[in-house]
């Protein structure tokens, strides 16, 4: 089992920036990919970014040039760091993690709520 946990969540303003921390543990040595959602009121969940094991990421290309994902292995830690926010990015976000071979994101953190004032 893995166990995720987010923080780092807020209010800003538009035009500022958050870094999200996802801090994993348990059986961490079988995460390969690992990724951000987010999900806005009355909005289907979105794939924000997701990133490898060796550091190869995507983005969603609302977010492209503005978030950056990144892990530290060593801490056991995966980043997305926001920049020049936007009203529309308010939603929760949760970071998942999936195994070496899994089809999809397997494990789940709580949430962390994110809200963008204009």
């Known amino acids: 089992q893995v166990q995720l946990v987010e923080s780092g969540g807020g209010l800003v303003q538009a035009g500022g920036s958050l870094r999200l921390s996802c801090v994993a543990s348990?059986?961490?040595?079988?995460?390969?990919?690992m990724g951000w959602y987010r999900q806005a009121p009355g909005k289907q969940r979105e794939l924000v970014a997701t990133?490898?094991?060796?550091?190869?990421?995507s983005y969603t290309s609302s977010v492209k040039g503005r978030f950056t994902i990144s892990r530290d292995n060593a801490k056991n830690t995966m980043y997305l760091q926001m920049n020049s926010l936007k009203p529309e990015d308010t939603a929760v976000y949760y970071c998942a993690a999936a195994r070496v071979g899994a089809r999809e994101f397997e494990y789940w953190g709580q949430g962390t709520q994110v809200t963008v004032s204009s």
């Open positions: 990133i490898t094991k060796g550091g190869s990421t």
């Open positions: 348990g059986s961490i040595f079988s995460i390969n990919a």
